[in-house]
């Protein structure tokens, strides 16, 4: 049984950093990518990063380009979003999300952990 566990969020000030933690169990990273997602009050929700050990595709939205950074940890069996440069605007529940033997461009989650808020505050 697949499961993601998401932790880490919190409220910071506009500028400042935190890290989002997926933590994984009943899949493998080789035959698996597994993404962040985002969804604002009012707002859709939108995939901010993804990483597939398999063909070693990372991809980020335009709008944390440059800011954020997914990685994974093997020894926890994590996935961690680094946000950096936080602004406002990144104010949202985050959710990690996996597919199995698919590709960061069709991630649509199969799998879901339950959310976590980030708050940025100006």
């Known amino acids: 049984e697949v499961q993601l566990q998401a932790s880490g969020g919190g409220s910071v000030q506009a500028g400042g950093s935190l890290r989002i933690s997926c933590a994984t169990s009943?899949?493998?990273?080789?035959?698996?990518?597994i993404g962040w997602f985002r969804q604002a009050p009012g707002k859709e929700l939108e995939k901010v990063a993804c990483?597939?050990?398999?063909?070693?595709?990372?991809s980020y939205a335009d709008s944390v380009k440059g800011r954020f950074a997914i990685s994974i940890d093997n020894t926890k069996r994590a996935v961690n979003l680094e946000m950096t440069s936080l602004k406002p605007e990144d104010t949202a529940v985050y959710y990690c999300?996996?597919?199995?033997?698919?590709?960061?461009?069709?991630?649509?989650?199969?799998?879901w952990g339950q959310g976590t808020q980030v708050t940025v505050s100006s």
């Open positions: 999300g996996a597919d199995l033997f698919g590709k960061c461009w069709s991630l649509r989650g199969q799998f």
């Open positions: 009943g899949l493998t990273f080789e035959d698996s990518v």
């Open positions: 990483i597939g050990k398999s063909d070693g595709t990372i």
